[in-house]
């Protein structure tokens, strides 16, 4: 659903500016030295970057899926690691506050979160707990007016940056449960936390992760979020749903950017006396391409909108999300393929995203926990 085109031209406009100028310059030093440049994350706050789904009450864009995606298309074509640093704080490190958190919760958190003041960061992972996310084994153990948190998270993209975590830890221990596990939204200062060192990943350098281990940590009772026990995993997974739609729309336009690079590599080349883009074998990996990312786009378009308008889109995410991370595996791989050896160097750019972009298929849930969560909707569908 889009409210008003002009606004969103304008956004989306400032953003493939801001893309052109500014991110896509950057991203060789960005790799180079593992760091976004301060003055370039100053920007993303000046610009509402960070607040592009916090409701305008809370001093955010209140951004709908569909205007999310649509932004997201554009910020998608620099490095993957620009979109990291806001990506969880606009998706699912603050959306669980939004979904579910009482009044006071959001009202507190929101719109420090919308100026990029604090960046959220999601806890599920574990070194136990991966695709089957129902199994972790943090505890978060009611004391007073605290719960008591202690356990590892691993993999926590932006933890050493966060300024609050949101985080699954299981409150009831007789329970092994999803129906176990709470929410908390955990201040990244609170007594007890430590951080791993960073990961050393396969690409995506700028974007940082690492482990964020808990010991007695103390957290304010108040915090649990919706007030709620039980409900924690409920809210992982409605958060996850709809940051699939995001991360298909990342793809998309990773994808769009590779191709876009291929054929103006394409068209520049030349072998046997001619550019390489003259050569149909060339032209069926163009081709192929093309139609992989329209059929990407046009998925990640309509789940979006029937999300606005009400939706469960549970399997459409599920779909978009498996079917725009794999295309765009396979878009990169003919990227670099059609750069020929320039492709295998890193001057060109090509193979840092060929290597940053295989997280995809990984993350927000692998594409085979997408087939999964596909089959499973059918059948139970099916059933009814
Ligand atoms: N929205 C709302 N509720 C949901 C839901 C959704 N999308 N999906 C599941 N639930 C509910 C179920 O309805 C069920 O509730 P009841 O007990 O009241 O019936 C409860 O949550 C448990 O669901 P389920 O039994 O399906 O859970 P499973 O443990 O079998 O596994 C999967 C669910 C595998 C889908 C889940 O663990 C998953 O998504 N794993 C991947 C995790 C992931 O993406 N990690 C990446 C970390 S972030 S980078």
């Known amino acids: 659903m889009i409210r008003d085109r002009d606004t969103l031209d304008a956004l989306v406009g400032s953003i493939a500016r801001f893309v052109r100028e500014r991110l896509i310059p950057n991203e060789a030093i960005v790799a180079e030295t593992d760091e976004i440049p301060a003055d370039i994350v100053e920007d993303m706050k000046a610009m509402g970057l960070f607040g592009l789904t916090i409701p305008e009450e809370y001093g955010g864009l209140q951004l709908t899926m569909e205007e999310e995606v649509i932004a997201m298309l554009e910020l998608g074509r620099a490095s993957p690691a620009f979109r990291s640093l806001i990506g969880t704080t606009v998706g699912i490190g603050s959306q669980g506050i939004l979904f579910?958190?009482?009044?006071?919760?959001?009202?507190?958190?929101?719109?420090?979160?919308?100026?990029?003041?604090?960046?959220?960061?999601?806890?599920?992972?574990?070194?136990?707990?991966?695709?089957?996310?129902?199994?972790?084994?943090?505890?978060?153990i009611r004391d007073g007016d605290c719960y008591v948190i202690n356990g590892t998270k691993r993999f926590i993209t932006n933890a050493p940056q966060a300024g609050i975590f949101t985080l699954m830890a299981r409150t009831d221990l007789g329970n092994k449960g999803a129906g176990g596990i709470s929410a908390l939204i955990v201040d990244a200062k609170t007594p007890g936390i430590t951080f791993g060192k960073r990961d050393s990943k396969m690409g995506q350098r700028g974007a940082h992760t690492c482990d964020v281990i808990f010991e007695n940590c103390r957290v304010p009772a108040a915090n649990l979020i919706g007030n709620v026990e039980g409900m924690g995993f409920k809210t992982a997974m409605k958060v996850l749903d709809k940051g699939r739609i995001h991360i298909a729309a990342i793809c998309v336009a990773a994808s769009e950017r590779m191709l876009g690079d291929a054929l103006q590599y394409a068209t520049e080349r030349k072998q046997f006396g001619q550019p390489i883009s003259q050569f149909q074998l060339v032209q069926a990996m163009l081709a192929d391409s093309k139609a992989e990312i329209y059929a990407a786009?046009?998925?990640?378009?309509?789940?979006?909108?029937?999300?606005?308008?009400?939706?469960?889109?549970?399997?459409?995410?599920?779909?978009?999300?498996?079917?725009?991370?794999?295309?765009?595996?396979?878009?990169?791989?003919?990227?670099?393929?059609?750069?020929?050896?320039?492709?295998?160097?890193?001057?060109?750019?090509?193979?840092?995203?060929?290597?940053?972009?295989?997280?995809?298929?990984?993350?927000?849930?692998?594409?085979?926990?997408q087939q999964l969560v596909i089959a499973r909707n059918m059948i139970r569908e099916a059933e009814q």
């Open 297 to 369: 786009r046009s998925m990640v378009l309509d789940a979006a909108r029937r999300r606005d308008d009400g939706w469960s889109v549970s399997t459409e995410a599920s779909c978009a999300k498996l079917f725009a991370s794999e295309m765009c595996g396979r878009v990169a791989d003919r990227a670099v393929q059609i750069f020929g050896g320039a492709g295998y160097v890193s001057d060109y750019g090509i193979e840092r995203f060929y290597r940053d972009v295989r997280l995809f298929r990984i993350y927000e849930g692998t594409s085979q926990i």
């Open 100 to 140: 579910d958190g009482t009044e006071a919760q959001k009202s507190h958190y929101l719109p420090r979160l919308a100026t990029g003041e604090l960046i959220a960061s999601f806890a599920l992972t574990e070194p136990e707990s991966g695709s089957d996310a129902a199994s972790l084994r943090t505890t978060a």
